[in-house]
């Protein structure tokens, strides 16, 4: 984000260069009291200018340019709020001064506010403090912090984008952390963060339903896997990390239930190469991306695994939407029901070419075991994405 005090007038003009942000992408607004609205984008900012605590801030003129995708699950609104803050402590003369723990706890209020977004904090904390060649280890409640070496030239960390765009301001996120906080209160805790698996295993037949079970065990269990996370990379046992990438998944698919199919099959093409440790989403799910640790003489292998094998999920529309009104007219069933057969023809098209493709050259791991079948919302319609971007994350200076 760069920019300058406005020569003259009250009113402050921002101006993103984001091609994938919603429309207008201009914002302009006064002096007074910021409330949130339309585009999307701009509310990330008018809330970090609600919740700068500085100083007072003059007009501006300010353009953002990124190259985070949005919707990637890689911190893109994390990184526009610690941008815009960092901007306008400098627009401030405050930059040399700041508390980086508390640009985070402001950025975070700031998405709280205004983008309707109950997050936690720790994609801003890790945008504020992060260090190459290092992995922060966050402790959210207390804000302490670990920076744990992870510099070895022979490793790169592989993100794969899906491009099925997530969004966390819907209903999928805010509910699962009310099932967390429910499951908290049936424990008598304040959080599940002190709740371990031996208590949660005992009383989980006072839970509601098994739902809250799975969402609490997902909890318990990744905060054990992130502290022997730590330690595997500490020790440079990248097996073990590797292992609990994999798992992490998993639960991530299975118990938390925030994966999609089209992450699902990457993280299965990238588990199957050999020279891969592990490979799971990230983000809070839905779409987005992948992070794939490997070794650096397997990374080739593993995008052409992905390249060539990645199915998507409507390859076959067209041809869904052919044998979907022959269903309709044969079978003379009312409007509403010619999408919901559209929909889980492609659904089931896409599970037999799993099917069909589940031994990829080269190797003799089956990937549609790493694939879930879950029964899926018949009225989710998801639109047509297709895999096209990856990059590649140094690890050191």
């Avoid at 609104?77 to 985070?104: D, G, P, Q, R, Y």
């Avoid at 936690?120 to 992995?135: E, N, R, S, Y």
């Avoid at 999928?172 to 599940?192: D, G, I, M, N, V």
């Avoid at 073990?240 to 925030?258: A, K, P, T, Y």
Wanted: proline share 6%.
């Amino acid at each position: 984000m760069v920019g300058d005090i406005r020569v003259s007038g009250d009113s402050s003009r921002v101006i993103t260069l984001s091609q994938a942000a919603d429309e207008p992408r201009e914002l302009e607004f006064g002096p007074g009291k910021l409330t949130p609205g339309k585009p999307a984008w701009a509310n990330y900012v008018k809330g970090v200018v609600a919740n700068f605590h500085l100083g007072q801030i003059p007009a501006f003129e300010a353009v953002i340019a990124t190259s985070v995708p949005l919707g990637g699950g890689v911190s893109s609104s994390a990184s526009l709020e610690v941008a815009c803050f960092m901007f306008l402590a400098a627009l401030t003369s405050h930059l040399e001064s700041i508390n980086l723990k508390e640009v985070a706890r402001a950025c975070q209020k700031a998405e709280h506010q205004f983008a309707d977004m109950p997050c936690g904090i720790m994609d801003q904390m890790v945008t504020c403090l992060a260090k190459p060649g290092t992995a922060l280890l966050l402790d959210c409640r207390s804000l302490e912090t670990d920076f744990v070496p992870l510099d070895d030239p022979e490793l790169v960390v592989l993100v794969t984008n899906s491009n099925v765009r997530h969004t966390l301001t819907g209903s999928e996120y805010p509910s699962r952390r009310r099932s967390c906080e429910t499951s908290a209160q049936h424990f008598s805790l304040k959080s599940l963060r002190d709740l371990d698996m031996d208590t949660l295993l005992n009383g989980a037949e006072g839970l509601a339903d098994q739902e809250l079970l799975r969402r609490s065990r997902h909890i318990v269990s990744e905060i054990k896997r992130t502290q022997d996370a730590a330690a595997a990379l500490k020790t440079r046992d990248y097996k073990q990390f590797g292992r609990l990438m994999n798992e992490s998944h998993f639960s991530l698919r299975d118990d938390f239930e925030v994966s999609c199919p089209e992450v699902d099959e990457l993280v299965a093409l990238a588990q199957s190469v050999p020279g891969v440790f592990g490979s799971r989403m990230t983000g809070g799910g839905f779409g987005g991306c992948t992070v794939t640790l490997v070794t650096r003489d397997a990374v080739d292998r593993a995008i052409e695994v992905m390249r060539v094998n990645f199915i998507g999920y409507y390859d076959d529309r067209v041809l869904n939407w052919f044998f979907g009104y022959f269903i309709f007219n044969a079978l003379n069933f009312p409007v509403p029901c010619f999408f919901i057969i559209i929909e889980w023809l492609s659904r089931v098209s896409y599970i037999l070419r799993l099917r069909a493709s589940c031994w990829l050259p080269g190797t003799s791991i089956p990937t549609l075991q790493l694939i879930p079948l879950h029964p899926l919302n018949p009225f989710e319609l998801i639109p047509l994405h297709s895999l096209n971007s990856f990059e590649l994350i140094p690890l050191h200076p």
